[in-house]
């Protein structure tokens, strides 16, 4: 057994810092009451624009919960808010002129209502400090974030890009996966694996690990392995919001990719009773049911539930696979004061089935082979050995109190669960590459897995809110901590040639063997402190964070005996941000950021006479960017620009004559994103985006044979990619009521290996939805809505991962869906 360590904490100081994380919640609950914020006055700097986005603004920042009727607010403004103002009087000076008060009940909660009359109530939450940039919204324009800061911040004055895709974008564009979700956001390729919907990848700024570790969901890390099939998807049914950070990250959430985040905010419990039916059907036999119901629990209103789930079946558009779900995502909100609410949150899953996950030859896909080509329909496997079956566990609560005006505390903290079976036979490339075999039989192998993944997470934030002079301060200091263990039971062998040109599919002959069983642990403790300052119309982010992270891995390999390693690695990494707020609504800004992942997969070591496994060098990232975001006063419009300049450094690379792994590659990624979003009228939304990406290996290993890839691109990276799409709802007349969307998506040449040997060629999807509310003609409440996802039936190749492993892009897809809200 081997072990290396780097400098890191005594181990006294850790158990401290870990028991600490578990009492804080223990001295939340114990704490006296806050003032009362209703009477307490303080500073506010809100500008013009919708009354709607100012009042959620307030009530945010006010840390107060505000139920608002969309239509009382739609088409006014707000000339808005600076000086210092108690909650009521705050609302009052918004309100000024609008016909409307704000009503506050004996919970501290605060409704909008007309002055003449009461109405009745379509909810939007917006509570305690972290405001409206965890709730719900109506359209596609978000105005606040939490991903970049871990409290509210409007996003014209987060020195970082963010994008944040809303639940009416996910329902227009009939999302059926988060990476879906993202198609239509800059910076990112949402289908480096094609049509799979087994997980959620997302390759963010040119930079792709293959896996799905830059997820989070509520805040908390998605702890997954990426050396295992154990990573977690959950079903965008079940989310209000998706927030895209983009750069380095690691000051607030520690070990993470450089490239980004994808930041998932499931449905939480809302205190007006809503609930929606929804079927949906489509191609390849797609059958989807789907509820979600919420509401008050008691007289006094003080709890409040919600329930969503799906039950999901449905073919492929490769041949004899299917795709199975049924799951189901309870939650309950308590207020135990006006200042203190626990959110209680599970997730429970079962996929019998998971859909196509596999790869075909560049030679047959991107080009022809023969003069042919492999159909799109080709399933290279064997249906008796094709099993991926999971199931996933979720249970978590966040917790938050306010003491005072300046001090407030959240504890979030999720236990996961997940297990795998699998089986899958794939291809590897033509058995005429290895030397037997006839011309276009597949060379194929066989690989088994039964795993188990139990990982648990939390999370301490202290939040100061506080004046120094003329600087204003919100200062958050944080403690987490996570514990990931996975264990896997991996066979391996081969399975006898197809050829897929023939149309004759032989009965399939296998050799299998048991190859290893292995353990796999990750810890990581991690201290953060985060300071942002605004001094007049300047905007400061300052952030540091030190963290400790132990990795270890034992493997009993049938073929090369015990295998052990272990690793202790201690970082420190920063943020700094500066950002001025034009009163014009133009806000440039500058920002460095750095992060590190540390490696949890075991690397081969294959020199003669010696075989050994190793735990190799955390990754390391870091970013330049500068950027300009502009929001036209008087609007919730956003657009913005940014170049960033990023690099990730320590990759494993290797000589081929060796087999054996360095951590000495880097690649460099630089780049421009544009992105706007848009209302040209009250009952339209526009979305448009531009990146640019100059992507290279800038380091490598220099082999004593084989290839060295400095210099080139990285699979999966397009230099230039686009996308537009624009809806719009008809109010009156013959066609009042329906809704028409529209959108494209271009993703430039890319390459398929990183030897830079074959380019794929460019290809450019067309999306269209159609929608009509019922209501128009007397059903109330019931609507429906058609998605027509690339409506040309592009036939295309997505991306490959090497030569060998290239993936088809999804084929025309058509979903109905009939909503039912009541």
């Known amino acids: ?129 972290l405001g409206n940039a965890l709730g719900s919204m109506e359209g596609y324009n978000a105005t606040h974030s939490s991903v970049a800061t871990k409290t509210s911040l409007p996003l014209l004055e987060t020195s970082q890009s963010v994008s944040v895709v809303t639940r009416q974008q996910m329902d227009d564009q009939g999302s059926q996966t988060v990476a879906q979700a993202l198609r239509y956001t800059p910076g990112l390729m949402s289908t480096p694996y094609g049509a799979t919907t087994r997980y959620d990848y997302v390759a963010l700024r040119g930079i792709n690990d293959g896996s799905v570790d830059n997820l989070f969901l509520d805040g908390q890390k998605m702890l997954g392995d990426s050396g295992t099939y154990s990573s977690l998807q959950v079903d965008p049914y079940f989310l209000e919001r998706i927030d895209v950070l983009k750069g380095p990250s690691s000051v607030l959430y520690g070990r993470s990719n450089p490239g980004g985040l994808v930041a998932l905010t499931s449905k939480k419990p809302e205190y007006e009773a809503h609930r929606q039916l929804q079927l949906t059907l489509g191609s390849n036999d797609f059958k989807q049911g789907a509820f979600d119901f919420t509401g008050p629990l008691g007289d006094e209103q003080r709890m409040a539930y919600r329930l969503v789930g799906v039950v999901k079946d449905a073919d492929n558009q490769v041949d004899g696979i299917e795709e199975q779900r049924y799951a189901l995502m309870p939650s309950l909100s308590i207020d135990f004061t006006d200042d203190t609410r626990l959110t209680l949150l599970a997730m429970l899953q079962h996929d019998p089935k998971s859909g196509y996950h596999g790869g075909l030859p560049a030679d047959g896909t991107v080009y022809q082979h023969n003069g042919q080509r492999i159909s799109t329909h080709f399933f290279e496997g064997e249906d008796d050995r094709e099993k991926f079956e999971r199931d996933q566990q979720m249970l978590g609560y966040q917790l938050e109190h306010r003491f005072n005006d300046v001090v407030s505390a959240r504890q979030n903290f999720q236990y996961l669960d997940s297990r795998v079976d699998s089986e899958q036979v794939y291809q590897y490339g033509y058995t005429t590459q290895y030397g037997y075999g006839a011309d276009g039989d597949l060379y194929r192998a066989y690989t ?282 008809f109010a009156d007349g013959a066609l009042g009521g329906l809704q028409v969307g529209g959108g494209a998506r271009y993703f430039g040449r890319s390459w398929a290996d990183a030897e830079n040997t074959l380019r794929l060629p460019s290809y450019t999807l067309f999306d269209a939805s159609l929608g009509y509310d019922l209501s128009r003609v007397g059903l109330d409440g019931v609507g429906v809505r058609l998605n027509l996802n690339n409506l040309t039936n592009e036939k295309y190749v997505a991306a490959c991962n090497s030569l060998y492993q290239c993936y088809y892009g999804e084929e025309r897809n058509v979903m109905a869906t009939l909503n039912y809200d009541f």
């Open 448 to 729: 088994g897995a039964q795993e188990a993944l139990h990982a648990w997470s939390v999370d301490n934030q202290l939040q100061f809110e506080f004046a120094t002079g003329a600087f204003e301060h919100t200062l958050v200091t944080g403690l987490d901590y996570q514990r990931r263990k996975a264990r896997v039971n991996y066979d391996g062998g081969t399975a006898s040639a197809v050829n897929p040109y023939t149309g004759v599919r032989p009965e399939a002959t296998y050799s299998f063997y048991h190859q290893y069983d292995e353990s796999r642990r990750l810890e990581q403790t991690g201290l953060y402190l985060q300071d942002l300052i605004a001094l007049d119309r300047w905007r400061f982010s300052l952030g540091l964070r030190q963290d400790w992270v132990e990795t270890s891995f034992e493997q009993t390999n049938s073929i090369y005996g015990d295998q052990s390693d272990s690793d202790k690695e201690s970082k420190l990494t920063g943020r700094i941000g500066v950002l001025y707020a034009f009163d014009n609504g133009l806000s440039p800004y500058v920002s460095y950021s750095d992060s590190f992942n540390p490696n949890t997969s075991p690397a081969y070591n294959g020199t003669t006479g010696n075989f050994d496994v190793t735990l190799l060098k955390p990754t390391e990232g870091e970013q330049y960017e500068v950027g300009l975001k502009y929001q036209p006063p008087g609007t919730d419009d956003l657009y913005t620009l940014s170049y960033f300049d990023l690099t990730q450094s320590n990759l494993s690379s290797k000589d081929s004559s060796e087999n054996f792994f360095r951590s000495v590659g880097e690649i460099r990624s630089r780049g421009v994103e544009l992105e706007a979003r848009t209302r040209p009228t009250p009952n339209s939304n526009l979305v448009a985006s531009y990146t640019y990406m100059d992507v290279e290996y800038t380091k490598d290993y220099i082999a004593t044979s084989g290839a060295n890839n400095r210099g080139n691109t990285p699979n999966v990276v397009a230099r230039n990619m686009a996308s537009l799409w624009a809806d719009y709802t």
């Open 1 to 129: 057994m081997r072990s290396r360590s780097l400098p890191c904490t005594p181990r006294p100081l850790t158990r401290a810092v870990r028991a600490a994380a578990i009492a804080l919640p223990l001295s939340i609950l114990a704490a006296p009451p806050a003032s009362a914020a209703e009477t307490d006055a303080r500073r506010y700097e809100i500008p013009a624009g919708p009354l709607s986005s100012a009042l959620s603004r307030f009530a945010g920042d006010a840390g107060v919960l505000l139920s608002v009727d969309g239509n009382l607010v739609q088409g006014l403004n707000s000339s808005g808010l600076r000086g210092e103002y108690a909650v009521d009087q705050g609302f009052a000076a918004l309100l000024r002129g609008s016909g409307l008060r704000a009503v506050r009940d004996a919970q501290g909660n605060y409704s909008l209502v007309a002055e003449s009359a009461p109405v009745e109530l379509q909810t939007l939450h917006v509570q305690g400090s």
